[in-house]
């Protein structure tokens, strides 16, 4: 199945070089992560749902089909607001006594929606089939398809990835299960967002030796917390979800922090400053850890309740920085340090080579072609930073146009991209419509801030 791209996007893009410090105030669209797991819970709730400032984007919009395709009713309005009937759970049958006919779920490349909706499926009674994009057929997916399983669904697949079918005509029995989330965290919030579905909840138990991206869990905790499931982790790595079915939510969503990481990082490269409006004050966002990235490379955040102002420093400074619960803002950090003096080490990301590419791979590569050193280890990157902000009227790099920064069908190499074009004058991110998954109108509004 082929990655949809949006028609009107171009082959490339040559994004803007820094002209001097960047100052602007950016809107940031709402969040991903959170406008995902709303949707899910919203789908499962017991009555109609609002959920205010959704992101509309490749990934979001997946969600709400593959909802649709369940049987829920999603409805967006002009203001970004979604009104979700839920989908019913009465595992009806037709006249022969079988269950309803096959649903059918395009995943694309989107990790929320593969990993978090089969146990949503599953709880449906209806036989539901998963495929993706060619990309995302190498995405670990046995983790959470053997614990569906265990738990009483009939999974058929292949090699234990896309595609798979789904499918427990009796309902979901639910109990203990044991699992290895070292590959990613996705697994665990997958079966917590749909455990009380099961007929005796869920107790769910990490049995790995690391656990990645520990905010989206908690994330996935609050969500649930808001939607009234009765959810506990009473020792760490073990976690508690009570039968019962979510109740109605009516949601603003936060804006996407992980998205805004990127405009904070031009502050930071050209000892500019930046504000993103509405940063929350409390948040389980990963995308929040920025503000100790930015002071680790030298720079200034003030946060208000009016939102976060990041000031770029003299001179960056190299770091030493355990990225391992804050995976997905390795790509727009390892940009950043191409620019700072000095060898900065990015550690704990080994399960970036499971993402929507082998991230480390992909940044190590890249950056080789645009002339900065990086040594690429199981799960680190060592970055010596050797770009400068380019200054008004340079000329473009030799070479720039005819070797594009590939993205590799990966939203955050586009972000990462940008940030390494402020210093490359002329340097074309390639397939730019991949940023879509999360933030569709990232090159605009980067071209918009950063200037030309």
């Not at 969040?31 to 499962?44: D, E, G, Q």
């Not at 690429?376 to 340079?394: K, M, N, Q, R, W």
Request: aromatic content about 4%; proline content about 7%.
């Amino acid at each position: 199945m082929a990655r949809h791209v949006s028609p009107d996007a171009p082959a490339r893009w040559q994004a803007p070089a820094a002209s001097g410090p960047v100052t602007a105030e950016v809107r940031v669209p709402g969040s991903k992560s959170l406008t995902n797991r709303y949707l899910l819970l919203a789908a499962a709730a017991d009555a109609d749902s609002v959920i205010r400032n959704a992101l509309d984007s490749r990934d979001t919009r997946l969600m709400a089909e593959a909802l649709s395709a369940l049987g829920a009713g999603v409805s967006p309005e002009a203001d970004g607001t979604l009104r979700i009937t839920p989908l019913p759970l009465t595992r009806e049958t037709g006249a022969d006594g079988e269950p309803t006919a096959e649903a059918r779920v395009d995943c694309g490349l989107a990790g929320t929606v593969m990993r978090f909706v089969p146990p949503l499926a599953a709880a449906t009674g209806r036989r539901v089939r998963f495929d993706g994009d060619e990309q995302a057929y190498t995405r670990p997916m046995s983790t959470i398809l053997d614990a569906l399983e265990r738990l009483g669904a009939d999974v058929s697949s292949e090699h234990g990835t896309l595609p798979f079918t789904v499918h427990a005509p009796a309902g979901m029995r639910g109990g203990h299960i044991e699992l290895d989330a070292s590959a990613s965290s996705q697994f665990v919030s997958g079966l917590l967002l749909s455990g009380g579905l099961c007929d005796l909840g869920v107790e769910l138990v990490h049995t790995g030796a690391s656990l990645p991206s520990r905010p989206h869990i908690d994330m996935t905790l609050e969500v649930l917390a808001d939607a009234g499931v009765h959810v506990s982790e009473p020792e760490s790595g073990r976690w508690v979800v009570e039968p019962g079915r979510p109740r109605a939510l009516d949601v603003t969503v936060e804006p996407d922090l992980s998205n805004a990481a990127a405009f904070l990082g031009a502050a930071l490269v050209t000892g500019g400053s930046v504000r993103i409006p509405h940063w929350p004050i409390h948040t389980t966002q990963a995308g929040d850890r920025f503000r100790q990235i930015a002071e680790a490379f030298g720079g200034s955040c003030a946060l208000d309740r009016s939102g976060l102002t990041v000031q770029g420093p003299e001179r960056l400074e190299a770091v030493d920085l355990d990225m391992s619960e804050v995976g997905e803002l390795t790509p727009v950090t390892a940009a950043v340090a191409a620019f700072a003096p000095g060898t900065s080490v990015l550690r704990g990301i080994g399960h970036l080579r499971g993402h929507e590419t082998d991230r480390l791979s992909a940044l190590a590569a890249e950056f080789a072609r645009v002339g900065v050193e990086v040594a690429e280890g199981p799960d680190s990157l060592a970055i010596t930073g050797s770009l400068t902000a380019a200054a008004a009227g340079s000329t473009p790099a030799a070479g720039a146009r005819e070797l594009p920064w590939r993205t590799y069908a990966d939203h955050r190499m586009v972000m990462a991209g940008a940030i390494v074009a402020l210093g490359a004058p002329g340097l074309e991110i390639d397939d730019p419509g991949t940023v879509g998954k999360t933030m569709p109108a990232f090159p605009e509004l980067w071209t918009e801030s950063v200037g030309s």
